[in-house]
């Protein structure tokens, strides 16, 4: 047997603490909500939480913006309450990843406020600044460098700009001073310390930038200084770590986590969910063999050299079911098609709250009720460019917000789906009075029933935890992949369409079936796949 690691055939779920659970009815999910949930991702089946930011915040950017590294944001709870969280989900053999969000501060944490208050300070050489003097050539603009609107604000007390190359509030720390660094393995060990065992790294592949700061993403030192959290912080602690990285291919991102590299562990590719749409607010026809075509290429490119992962939720993405499925007539069907083609590939698989009752997307009925900062910068922009109405614009948000995944888990079909009994902190019309922890627990055949035994059979099968991944045929929706290991195979067959498809299975008659999402699949020589079917052949 090889030296296997927890995490390769492990799930992780991910939990966005403000819309989980509400355990003092403030209408604001919290830690203690969290730990009164632990027994029911235990028998979900999970090996690992994710917890999205609950760090000091002015929540501009729901917590992403961080103004104390050390401390928790009251309304989610103390130190202990953490702690507690930390032993519960131990004690239950679950592990706690937290989300570590080091490209930037917000601009109310300390070091900023001293460094505008006192630009000799320290501090100001934590973060980027430009005179308009300093704007030449090839050096960026005030008024734009690339990233929708300038990435580069005003501060007029100092007659100086600094450098955010994402939200206003989110300013970017400067990695090349070695002070910066400390501070940040000294935080990171703050954590693990306490027994976090591990990170997902917000937009991690920022943190080293080129001179002209222009452009940004895997620029000059950024081995460097993950090979220097490695050695200082990851390795002695055995933690693990997930990059948030966009646009590489398997190529670039292996130069992060092969295995040789100490660097990272593993990370996330979004290929696949920015089928069928321009920028985030615009729908676009997509092909469906192009998402399993995407799939397959990270399978090839980074199996049997890192660790892969699969993930087809997260708090900035659509509901998949609403994306890639039908809400309608086959939620069901197409919530565990999506699942078992993905998370039985290779890898780590990350399941986002909620997925597992193949939730759909809640509607906003107004633009008032939108929350996030993407999407006011969005409202912002269209209505400044004044070729829009609202109504207009509203039919994109609804498309394209990251709201829809930031609505309330629903935790039965009583008041406020059991999150709250006060009115919760976002508001969005959820359609979740059957689909939802209590209904689906009852029954037998609903889209969570499904998660957990598609989870216990991943975990159980060595085929599928560790197996080689070949991709057979794909062809207008249908597919078919094979995993191998130790002289087994497992194939898994499906129908990513609405169609029903006539194949020949005659060379899988008789394997058993490890699971199906319609209760009479067979193998035939004309077996017809109906929509979205899916089987597990072994
Ligand atoms: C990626 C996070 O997932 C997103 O929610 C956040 O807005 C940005 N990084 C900035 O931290
Ligand atoms: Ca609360």
Same mark, same amino acid.
């Given at each position: 047997?090889?030296?296997?690691?927890?995490?390769?055939?492990?799930?992780?779920?991910? @939990?966005?603490?403000?819309?989980?659970?509400?355990?003092? *009815?403030?209408?604001?999910?919290?830690?203690?909500?969290?730990?009164?949930?632990?027994?029911?991702?235990?028998?979900?089946?999970?090996?690992?939480?994710?917890?999205?930011? +609950?760090?000091?915040?002015?929540?501009?950017?729901?917590?992403?913006?961080?103004?104390?590294?050390?401390?928790?944001?009251?309304?989610? &709870?103390?130190?202990?309450?953490?702690?507690?969280?930390?032993?519960?989900?131990?004690?239950? $053999?679950?592990?706690?990843?937290?989300?570590?969000?080091?490209?930037?501060? =917000?601009?109310?944490?300390?070091?900023?406020?001293?460094?505008?208050?006192?630009?000799?300070?320290?501090?100001?050489?934590?973060?980027?600044?430009?005179?308009? $003097?300093?704007?030449?050539? $090839?050096?960026?603009?005030?008024?734009?460098?690339?990233?929708?609107?300038?990435?580069?604000?005003?501060?007029?007390?100092?007659?100086?700009?600094?450098?955010?190359?994402?939200?206003?509030?989110?300013?970017?720390?400067?990695?090349?001073?070695?002070?910066?660094?400390?501070?940040?393995? *000294?935080?990171?060990?703050?954590?693990?310390?306490?027994?976090?065992?591990?990170?997902?790294?917000?937009?991690?592949?920022?943190?080293?930038?080129?001179?002209?700061?222009?452009?940004? &993403?895997?620029?000059?030192?950024?081995?460097?200084?993950?090979?220097?959290?490695?050695?200082?912080?990851?390795?002695?602690?055995?933690?693990?770590?997930?990059?948030?990285?966009?646009?590489?291919?398997?190529?670039?991102?292996?130069?992060?986590?092969?295995?040789?590299?100490?660097?990272?562990?593993?990370?996330?590719?979004?290929?696949?969910?920015?089928?069928?749409? @321009?920028?985030?607010?615009?729908?676009?026809?997509?092909?469906?063999?192009?998402?399993?075509?995407?799939?397959?290429?990270?399978?090839?490119?980074?199996?049997?050299?890192?660790?892969?992962?699969?993930?087809?939720?997260?708090?900035?993405?659509?509901?998949?079911? =609403?994306?890639?499925?039908?809400?309608?007539?086959?939620?069901?069907?197409?919530?565990?098609?999506?699942?078992?083609?993905?998370?039985?590939?290779?890898?780590?698989?990350?399941?986002?709250? &909620?997925?597992?009752?193949?939730?759909?997307?809640?509607?906003?009925?107004?633009?008032?009720?939108?929350?996030?900062?993407?999407?006011?910068?969005?409202?912002?922009?269209?209505?400044?460019?004044?070729?829009?109405?609202?109504?207009?614009?509203?039919?994109?948000?609804? +498309?394209?917000?990251?709201?829809?995944?930031?609505?309330?888990?629903?935790?039965?079909?009583?008041?406020?789906?059991?999150?709250?009994?006060?009115?919760?902190?976002? *508001?969005?019309?959820?359609?979740?009075?059957?689909? *939802?922890?209590?209904?689906? =627990?009852?029954?037998?055949?609903?889209?969570?029933?499904?998660?957990?035994?598609?989870?216990?059979?991943?975990?159980?099968?060595?085929?599928?935890?560790?197996?080689?991944?070949?991709?057979?045929?794909?062809?207008?929706?249908?597919?078919?992949?094979?995993?191998?290991?130790? &002289?087994?195979?497992?194939?898994?067959?499906?129908? +990513?369409?609405?169609?029903?498809?006539?194949?020949?299975?005659?060379?899988?008659?008789?394997?058993?079936?490890?699971?199906?999402?319609?209760?009479?699949?067979?193998?035939?020589?004309?077996?017809?796949?109906?929509?979205?079917?899916?089987?597990?052949?072994?």
């Amino acid at each position: 047997m090889e030296n296997r690691k927890w995490y390769e055939n492990a799930f992780v779920y991910q @939990i966005y603490p403000r819309s989980f659970a509400d355990s003092n *009815n403030d209408g604001i999910g919290d830690l203690n909500g969290i730990i009164s949930k632990l027994d029911y991702l235990k028998d979900l089946g999970v090996d690992a939480v994710w917890i999205s930011p +609950f760090y000091a915040s002015p929540l501009d950017d729901c917590g992403y913006d961080i103004s104390d590294f050390q401390a928790i944001a009251p309304e989610y &709870g103390t130190m202990d309450d953490f702690d507690r969280l930390l032993h519960e989900a131990h004690k239950r $053999g679950i592990r706690i990843l937290l989300d570590l969000v080091v490209n930037h501060t =917000s601009t109310q944490h300390r070091w900023f406020r001293a460094a505008v208050e006192d630009p000799t300070s320290k501090y100001h050489d934590y973060y980027f600044w430009r005179k308009l $003097g300093d704007f030449k050539d $090839g050096c960026g603009s005030p008024e734009g460098s690339g990233y929708g609107d300038s990435v580069w604000l005003y501060v007029p007390d100092n007659d100086e700009y600094y450098l955010h190359s994402g939200y206003e509030t989110e300013a970017d720390l400067n990695w090349d001073n070695p002070e910066v660094r400390d501070e940040i393995c *000294n935080m990171i060990n703050f954590w693990l310390d306490r027994g976090v065992d591990g990170f997902r790294c917000d937009v991690i592949y920022l943190i080293s930038k080129e001179k002209t700061l222009t452009h940004f &993403g895997m620029g000059p030192h950024l081995h460097e200084y993950l090979h220097e959290l490695y050695t200082r912080c990851f390795a002695p602690h055995d933690a693990i770590t997930v990059a948030e990285v966009w646009g590489q291919d398997p190529e670039t991102t292996l130069t992060m986590i092969g295995a040789d590299r100490e660097e990272l562990t593993m990370s996330f590719y979004f290929d696949h969910m920015g089928l069928g749409r @321009i920028g985030r607010f615009i729908k676009d026809s997509y092909d469906r063999d192009d998402f399993i075509s995407i799939l397959a290429r990270w399978q090839d490119g980074i199996n049997g050299k890192a660790n892969n992962t699969l993930v087809l939720e997260n708090h900035d993405q659509s509901r998949i079911v =609403s994306r890639f499925g039908n809400e309608g007539k086959y939620r069901a069907q197409s919530a565990t098609m999506l699942a078992a083609m993905t998370f039985l590939m290779q890898g780590t698989a990350f399941i986002y709250q &909620g997925q597992e009752l193949g939730l759909v997307n809640p509607v906003f009925h107004s633009l008032d009720d939108i929350k996030d900062v993407e999407t006011l910068d969005y409202i912002k922009d269209m209505r400044q460019r004044g070729e829009m109405t609202d109504q207009e614009i509203l039919e994109h948000v609804k +498309f394209g917000t990251r709201d829809v995944a930031r609505v309330p888990m629903p935790w039965s079909s009583g008041k406020n789906f059991g999150f709250s009994d006060a009115d919760p902190w976002i *508001n969005g019309d959820a359609p979740y009075s059957e689909t *939802n922890v209590e209904t689906e =627990s009852a029954d037998p055949d609903s889209v969570l029933n499904f998660f957990k035994k598609m989870i216990a059979l991943k975990k159980k099968n060595d085929v599928l935890s560790y197996g080689a991944f070949k991709l057979i045929s794909k062809e207008n929706g249908f597919f078919r992949y094979e995993r191998t290991y130790d &002289g087994k195979t497992v194939t898994v067959i499906g129908n +990513f369409s609405e169609d029903v498809k006539k194949i020949d299975l005659s060379d899988l008659e008789g394997s058993s079936v490890l699971l199906s999402n319609y209760v009479d699949f067979s193998a035939s020589p004309n077996t017809a796949l109906r929509p979205y079917e899916v089987a597990v052949l072994g």
